[in-house]
T-cell receptor
Framework: DAGITQSPRHKVTETGTPVTLRCHQT?????MYWYRQDPGHGLRLIHY???????DKGEVSDGYSVSRSKTEDFLLTLESATSSQTSVYFC??????????????FGSGTRLTVV | EDQVTQSPEALRLQEGESSSLNCSYT??????LFWYRQDPGKGPEFLFT???AGEEKEKERLKATLTKKESFLHITAPKPEDSATYLC???????????????FGKGTLLTVNP
């Protein structure tokens, strides 16, 4: 998607290994989000950021950490991957509530499989 | 507890058969309701933002409306290419009240048969 890139697109990893997913934006947007999407649960918020070094937890943050050292990059880390973290992960960016008629743009997703 | 509920979970229509999808919400500090379309294997694609009760937005065969507690996505004379999952999301204050977050419903899977 224009302005937002997720990497990798697919990853298979073993239980207990650390994994980092990257979200990169070229829109200079303030807000960045990490969601996971699972059948029957929809999109659930993991963590989000409202500025450089400013992050907050979402509803399913256990087992995940994030970092945002610069505006364009938001990293999601699974410290020790478990099978329950097998999912599709989406990053989203947004200009924030002070912009008229704003919307949030999503990346293409990362399909993570933990075996 | 903040909640966004979409109904029905799945809807099957014949081409040309109009219908509506519902999104109801209970959140504090609402600052916008969004509708997205998601095709299989892709990220959600932004459709509309609604800010206040009574507001309406239209795009081709889709029209979104908003009341104080719910939003409707009306689909007029749908075509097979409208088949997708439609997601509703609300932007609202977090529990600390200091920032905003985006909470999604589980979506409605729409299938339009030719």
């Amino acid at each position: 998607d224009a302005g937002i890139t997720q990497s990798p697109r697919h990853k298979v990893t073993e239980t207990g290994t650390p994994v980092t997913l990257r979200c990169h934006q070229t829109e200079n947007h303030r807000y960045m989000y990490w969601y996971r999407q699972d059948p029957g649960h929809g999109l659930r918020l993991i963590h989000y950021s409202y500025g450089v070094k400013d992050t907050d937890k979402g509803e399913v943050s256990d087992g995940y950490s994030v970092s945002r050292s610069k505006t364009e990059d938001f990293l999601l880390t699974l410290e020790s991957a478990t099978s329950s973290q097998t999912s599709v992960y989406f990053c989203a960016i947004g200009a924030g509530v002070d912009r008229v008629n704003y919307g949030y743009t999503f990346g293409s997703g990362t399909r993570l499989t933990v075996v | 507890e903040d909640q966004v509920t979409q109904s029905p979970e799945a809807l099957r229509l014949q081409e040309g058969e109009s219908s509506s999808l519902n999104c109801s919400y209970t959140v504090s500090g609402l600052r916008g309701l969004f509708w997205y379309r998601q095709d299989p294997g892709k990220g959600p694609e932004f459709l509309f933002t609604l800010y206040s009760a009574g507001e309406e937005k239209e795009k081709e065969r889709l029209k979104a409306t908003l009341t104080k507690k719910e939003s409707f996505l009306h689909i007029t004379a749908p075509k097979p290419e409208d088949s997708a999952t439609y997601l509703c999301a609300v932007n609202h204050r977090n529990s600390g009240g200091s920032n905003y977050k985006l909470t999604f419903g589980k979506g409605t899977l729409l299938t339009v048969n030719p």
